[in-house]
Nanobody, 121 residues
């Protein structure tokens, strides 16, 4: 059974940094998504299982970095230069069977519980 546990959220001032972690029960294609109050779930970043190829939304490209430690089955999201519009609940997601990646949340079959990131305006 696929299990995902996020950690690392919190409150940080604009311009600051946070690193989110997603500890998984195995090595999967992984994605990070976020959802702000009153808004739809939004793709943030993804990393493939085998090659570790990475993909980002335009809104975070150049500020966020997704990476993985295969020995620990953990995926990270390093968030720099945070803005108030980055405030959201961040969730990691896993797809263990298909190859590649997707920005579509319906492609992922397993989700973590989410962690809150707050950047006051």
């Amino acid at each position: 059974q696929v299990q995902l546990v996020e950690s690392g959220g919190g409150l940080v001032q604009a311009g600051g940094s946070l690193r989110l972690s997603c500890a998984a029960s195995g090595r999967y294609n992984m994605g990070w998504f976020r959802q702000a109050p009153g808004k739809e779930r939004e793709f943030v970043a993804a990393i493939t299982r085998s090659a570790g190829n990475t993909f980002y939304s335009d809104s975070v490209k150049g500020r966020f970095t997704i990476s993985r430690d295969n020995a620990k089955n953990t995926v990270y999201l390093q968030m720099n230069s945070l803005k108030s519009e980055d405030t959201a609940v961040y969730c990691c997601a896993a797809e263990p069977k298909s190859s590649g990646w997707s920005a579509d949340p319906s492609w992922y079959n397993y989700w973590g519980q989410g962690t809150q990131v707050t950047v006051p305006s």
